[in-house]
């Protein structure tokens, strides 16, 4: 049973302005109704004018997404009502978006592969409604139009992916070329939206609407391919119709079947004027994007592929690493990719709230081998702890001195260091073991160099536990 | 010919309730105005548009909003900043 | 003294006016301490703008119209709103929702609409200038019952920014007055481009008017004297003709065929695009509250069935059906079409004349209730839809009574002529009037 999925991905164009009036587009931290005036507000005699950045925007978008774009195209109304729309209608692009026929490739189930766009066309945000009220009391809407009039794009695959894996795989590809771009900032809140079509193949296809989270795009998609294939195993037939995604549950469930009845009556907008901007999209130079970055990665500082298309996949991510790569680009990559990434994961924080030279300094430590990479890690957690809560952190030198981490010495003559001091209480509390590894049983040692991290609470450098294990059990042989 | 129930889901789609008493005149007016409409049956050509402008745009410049009291001066249902709109679940 | 203030009470026995303002500001400018009665579609920040309906009752805007930013710029003092048909839709003023105006010229006649409520304010004399909007001819065709100018301006030379939308593609906001000289001077503070409005022209109008018209060929459509005239309007009518051919034009007979559907192509039009414009108003942020205890779209139903008038509604219905999926093409395509021919119409004619004339209303001034039917009324728009679909000036200047009752010249020129249209009515007028 093949999985046929089709994504429609409304991004927020991160314009100084919105789409239509000179309102200011930087609204999250304000007050409800704060950021509007007569146009995004609807009130009645008002007239939009259209933001020439957004378009500009917008055709980064078009061409980096290897889009054509029409000799004209123009704005119409999408006429429907609801207590989030500010005139009762959208001012959207309906039958002569600002461009089709592009791609995107991204890595698939299968390999590299080349997902259709089928059009790019600009749009105004909504309102944004709060349901107040519940069962004991009456129920009603707030509505706040700071929202209302955000530049939008909505992008439209063809229903060219495969799975939930691939429909998440090509999200984030796009975000990151969104990204590049500059057109697009994917950490402010409810800047991305997606609708998926999906369907198994023979079957009819189902609307899941409004999903708003990445992570939510593979998951409310995974339900529903669930979902359908155990309908169509009992013999059920899938029904064509619109739900909708509840992400605290993690399942989709059947939008009214009103909403399927809706006639938009599309007409163009007067109060705009066409577009005629194709020859505009010569002139435009594009960044280095997710790809080219990638592969300069692996050609200016050797990493592998993957260390590579990780660091890539994320423009504030590429960023951080080339701006902490510095003497030892390798090491670098690891703690980036492979140690940073998940502890800021397991914390919920961003790249962007780590500063770039303080995680350098804790990488001058490992390299110099003043802390253990055990103990470097650490260091990490304690100051990404510090930062989440404070939004500052210590220096990664003096949380080692703190938290006593800095790497112990081992190289005395007279036996005196720390380390070898543990090592000998170790071989003298632990006789059984000494015994078994003299007679043998090498594994023994592995045990005998844990006794002694435990005792020099890892500050000590285990090729150091090591060497000077090995001389003491070879001392008393 | 537009029936009583055409004209009813016409009301949906517009939003405005139809009172009985009502429909047979919208229905009757309708279809008499309609049919007078029938005459751009014998329009031919395209339905292209000669507007003369294209590309009327504005700077990405902010220019400050309207102060919270005039956003809400004319609505009767507030509260703490929103507006207050009949509930949608 | 740069400011003053400026007391309003006028005797306002024919209910031109919804509200007046007294004592009005006014400043330094060319129209100083000049009364202006601006048409209750036009936003006026701190003064309620209700166009006629009750769904906006209670609404002051808080930003005024770039006309109304332009004539307080010009020392104007804004001394009122003046009634209208709710929305402008209608050519009577009886579809206010404040009741009807009256016609200063008699009584007993409508005053014509929308805009009745300025042409009976500066037919009565309680204001020399008054601004009126003109969507399908609601200029001219209260200018012509009530017996005063009235101009229509190219389409995109005045400014809509603030404008209350009826059909955003058609109307235009134009000076009314007692002759063509107070016309003129209103259209001279009106006119100009405006940032604020996508469709705004860039074309400020400054003009002395001159009664010059010699060699100036006006064309003469047969079809502005056919069916549905009043041989008694065309009668009237010809002899303005005759005299502006005896001030030296030269007058050509021709023939305009897309008048045949150009009122069937105007009403789909206007229905269409209002059924959208007037959406907003669901009594969630400004007029009447919708009841929010009942589901959303109960209660938008129901505010709105209370808010808008019958013709209103008839309107906003038609013109949803117009768009609806499936009859898009019949109508809303093919209005647009016909819309085309009619620019083209203009265009071929233009070739050969320099305006155009004819009567501007078919008839006198109706008696209240007499154009009950709607297709009726609509009918009655037949002369004046042509230049708002081609978006061309077009002038009402009074030429003459039949029974007592005004009678106007319609005059259309070419697109951006509105100051040779200007002309030639003031060359009328002056002609008639020496």
Redesign the interface.
Known sequence: MNVIVGLEIHCQLDTKTKLFCGCSTDYRTDGPNTHVCPVCLGLPGSLPVLNRKAVEYALRVAKALHCTVPEESVFSRKNYFYPDLNKGFQITQYDKPLAVSGYLDIEGDEGEKRVRITRVHMEEDPGRLVHKGGADRPRYSLVDYNRAGIPLIEIVTEPDLRSPREARRFLNKLRATLEYLGVFDSEKEGSLRVDANISIEGSERVEIKNITSYKGVEKALTFEVTRQKNALRRGQKIVRETRHFVEARGVTTSARSKEMEQDYRYFPEPDLCPLRVADWVDGIVLPELPDARRQRFMDQYGLSLIHARTLTGDLRLAEFYEKVAGTDPALAATWVADTLLGELNYRDMSISSVPPDVFSGLLSLVRARVITDRNGVDVLRVLLDELKEKGTCESPEACAERLGLRALPADSAGGDDPVTKAAREALAENPRAVEDYRNGRKEALNFLVGQVMRKTRGCAKPADVNRVLASLLGEGA | MITEKDVEHIGMLADIAILRGELEEFTASFNRILEYFDILDQVTGEEKDGGAAVNVLREDEVVPSLSPQDVLSNAKETEDGFFRAPRVM | MAEGMLTFSPDDRYNAFLRTVSPARYGEGRLRGIPVAIKD???TAGIE?T?GSRI?S??????D?TVVSLLKKEGAAIVGKTNMDEFGMGSTTENSAFGPTKNPRDETRVPGGSSGGSAAAVAAGLVPLALGTDTGGSIRCPAAFCGIVGLKPTY?RVS??????YA??LEQIGPMAADVAHANLLMSVIAGHD?????S?DAPYSHTPSMEIRGTRIGIPEEFFGEGVDPRVASVVWDAISLLERKGAEIITCRMPSM??AL??Y??TCM??A??N?????G???????????????????R??EG?G?EV??R???G??????GY?G????????????V?EDFGRLFAEVDVIAGPTMPTVAFRFGEKSD??AM?LSDILTVPANLAGVPAISVPCGKVEGLPVGLQIMGRWMEDERVIDVAYAYEQGANP
């Not at chain 3, 209670?58 to 930003?63: D, K």
């Not at chain 3, 809303?332 to 021919?341: E, F, G, M, T």
Request: glycine share 4%; with cysteine; hydrophobic share 35%.
């Open positions: 579609n036009i936003s703008t166009c906006l209670g609404y002051v805007p808080p930003y119209a995109g809509r920014y603030g404008l209350v939308a955003n593609s940032p604020k409005d996508s469709t022209l045949a559907y069937a192509a009403y789909v269409s695009e059924s959208s007037l959406a907003r108003y669901d969630v942020r400004y007029g009447p509250p919708a009841d929010v205890r009942k589901p959303w779209h109960e209660a938008f139903q129901e709105r069935r808008f019958l509604r008839r906003i219905m038609i949803t059906f117009a768009l609806s999926s898009y019949k109508y809303y395509a093919k209005a647009q079409a016909a819309r085309r021919n620019r709607p297709l609509y």
